[in-house]
């Protein structure tokens, strides 16, 4: 949800645009259609956020007439809008076409009938916002909704936060999950829901509001509020002194950025990364939407790929083999292409490996042959 002012001034800084004409008309078509798809989700919150509302077959014309209006409205979006304006990246283009698939699918659940699975993808649009508006702190800070506080409704910590960072409020986003931190320590409980809620905070700080004085004192905050499990303890700690390396300081750009904020990672696949992940992936999408070619652009995509293979949480599960075969494809037959192949081949084996073994469909493994040919010295 973008307002075109703030965004085409951010966005021609960052691209360097020289003709800013130009570009205007492609920022406003786009801020315009989000605010218009804003608009509409807005319109259908208070019966989306009441199960009885939802529900009661009185309603029904009036919330399929507002999911329908929804729906056509992110269909309105144009995705060739946003190659424009920030560059070949995937990250938003899968954002707009999984908000469209769940609101197809909503619809035809609604109109059959099934109400409960429809109103669950329905709420689920707001992580696919969640998604875009931490790509990088674009756009602004705060969209008013008046009429609808989330914080008078009952929903959980998680989806609450969602919704505040659909609204761009990173503020109420990072106390809603501050306070439910609180409650969790109170009570000495330090079950996985406490470690995505920290996750949760750290891409909210540092991909939207990238404060990191302020993320730094939450760290703290944690550290010494209660006495946190060892395996807590070290992970924040080793956060802390992750973000304080970047602190009232500007970071690094480009490709060489990116990797030296990487070098302070401590070992493969941790969580302890976090930080450095977080840092990197924004760089890197800053940089992409410079419109590098060729081996700079697959580069960008594999250091993407790896930094994602960390981030695994908040729905970004599936993004390292987009880009490691985004990679391949951008420099096929390549050293950097192999390394692309084989990191890809590892995020698929571990995707369907189980209890009962590495079950891979014979579909996969068909792409699988297809990119290592493509990969291929």
Not at 165 to 186: G, H, I, M, P
């Amino acid at each position: 949800m973008i307002r075109f002012i703030l965004t085409f001034f951010l966005l021609t800084a960052l691209l360097g645009c020289a003709d800013k004409e130009k570009n205007k008309p492609r920022s406003k078509e786009w801020a315009n259609q989000m605010q218009k798809t804003a608009q509409s989700f807005k319109n259908l919150v208070p019966e989306l956020y009441s199960e009885e509302r939802f529900t009661d077959k009185k309603n029904a014309p009036l919330v399929l007439k507002k999911i329908k209006n929804y729906r056509d409205n992110i269909h309105d979006i144009k995705k060739g809008v946003a190659i424009k304006l920030l560059g070949e990246d995937p990250y938003v283009l899968k954002s707009v076409r999984t908000l469209e698939d769940l609101a197809d699918r909503a619809l035809r659940l609604y109109k059959r009938g099934d109400r409960d699975n429809s109103r669950i993808l329905l709420k689920a649009t707001t992580n696919t916002c969640f998604k875009c508006h931490t790509r990088q702190n674009l756009g602004p800070k705060s969209l008013s909704w008046s009429g609808f506080d989330p914080d008078s409704h009952s929903i959980n910590p998680f989806e609450k936060a969602q919704m505040f960072v659909a609204l761009r409020q990173y503020d109420k986003a990072q106390k809603n999950l501050v306070e439910f931190l609180e409650e969790k320590e109170a009570k000495k409980s330090f079950s996985m829901t406490y470690d995505d809620a920290l996750t949760y905070y750290l891409m909210i700080s540092l991909r939207g509001d990238s404060d990191y004085s302020k993320t730094r004192r939450f760290l703290k905050d944690r550290i010494h509020s209660t006495k946190l499990p060892t395996r807590l303890h070290y992970k924040i700690k080793n956060w802390d002194q992750d973000l304080a390396a970047y602190e009232k300081k500007d970071l690094p750009t480009g490709i060489l950025g990116a990797k030296e904020v990487l070098k302070r990672n401590r070992e493969a696949h941790s969580d302890k990364n976090l930080v450095n992940d977080l840092i990197a992936s924004q760089i890197l999408h800053q940089y992409l939407m410079t419109k590098p070619i060729g081996s700079s652009q697959a580069k960008a995509y594999y250091l993407l790929g790896k930094t994602y293979e960390d981030i695994v949480t908040a729905g970004y599960w599936n993004l390292p083999e987009l880009y490691f075969e985004l990679c391949i494809d951008q420099v096929p037959h390549s050293k950097l292409a192999q390394s692309c192949y084989k990191r890809y081949r590892e995020n698929i084996v571990l995707g369907y490996s189980g209890s009962s073994g590495t079950l891979i469909p014979e579909d996969e493994y068909r792409r699988l042959k297809t990119l290592r040919e493509k990969a291929a010295n």
